[in-house]
């Protein structure tokens, strides 16, 4: 059902999370991994937990309660890397069996497949809930700004490409529709879709009218179920469960699209100078 009435402002921090890799494992299993096409919830509250020096074995009910809204500016392109282990090595150098011995010459190289999204670039809304407790927003955007352990995009292996804390706003969603989009402008007469997802019903989006369009969705009704809601992330206890995946598509305005590389990042800094509330010591 589409609604003309303004939802309410939130509160809430921006990220973006671009990098030349990322992988935000969603079904992985054994020798197979695998990436969402858009930052998990698990993968997200991690690279926050990692921020703030959790070790695996601390809670994360509190981080669990934020709300996590995903814009795909860029979704990229599916790279899938083949690994080996073992091969080559001597008998006493391989890799240890769960029985603790060695693994024989036949079997000694592992070989297991792991997908990332190349070049991709999301801009993130975590706004909090009535469960949130006071300054959880605050010490999470100062532990991006000076974080404990090094942050990554869902696999150790894919670090963050500068920034990544864009700012806080009392009206994170409105930003979130109208933040420069980190791609190239569309051709004349093309109007590409930008795809959001969120764990909340989207029709909480403060769109203008003129963005409106009679046909779409408003994302109001669950489009499917993720199970990437982290319970723990103790190594013995790791556990996750499922929860609703809404999802709506918008056409953006055509002069929103600033480019890539250093005409986007003028752009988006003007933008976040101008209209973001920078967290104290940030270094922008």
């Keep these: 059902m589409t609604t003309t009435a303004r939802p309410a402002p939130e509160e809430g921090i921006l990220l973006r999370l671009a990098g030349p890799l990322q992988s935000w494992g969603r079904l992985s299993h054994f020798n197979e991994r695998d990436t969402a096409h858009f930052p998990t919830r698990s993968g997200v509250i991690g690279l ?5 020096g959790r070790t695996r074995e601390q809670h994360i009910d509190d981080l669990a309660t934020l709300t996590l809204t995903v814009r795909i500016d860029r979704p990229g392109v599916p790279l899938r890397d083949l690994h080996t282990v073992g091969g080559g090595l001597p008998a006493r150098a391989t890799v240890t069996t769960a029985e603790g ?5 036949d079997t000694t190289t592992l070989k297991t497949h792991r997908t990332y999204l190349s070049d991709a670039a999301f801009t993130i809304a975590l706004t909090t809930t009535s469960d ?3 300054g959880l927003l605050r010490e999470t955007a100062a532990a991006l700004i000076h974080p404990r352990w090094p942050l990554f995009l869902g696999r ?6 500068g920034p990544l804390l864009l700012g806080s706003s009392d009206d994170v969603l409105h930003h979130l529709l109208h933040l420069p989009i980190a791609a190239r402008p569309p051709r004349a007469g093309h109007h590409p879709d930008v795809t959001f997802t969120s764990d909340r019903p989207l029709d909480r989006l403060p ?6 369009t009679a046909n779409a969705e408003d994302g109001d009704m669950p489009a499917g179920q993720i199970n990437d809601h982290p319970a723990s992330f103790h190594p013995q206890r790791r556990s996750y469960r499922a929860r609703p995946a809404y999802q709506r598509i918008l056409r953006l305005p055509a002069d929103q699209y600033t480019g890539l590389g250093t005409a986007h990042l003028n752009t988006l800094g003007s933008y976040t100078a101008e209209h973001l509330a920078q967290p104290e010591s940030s270094p922008r």
């Design 48 to 52: 926050l937990a990692a921020a703030m």
């Design 101 to 105: 011995k060695k693994r024989g010459g």
């Design 132 to 134: 949130t407790p006071e």
């Design 156 to 161: 150790r292996s894919c670090p963050p490409e």
């Design 207 to 212: 769109v203008p009218g003129a963005l409106r």
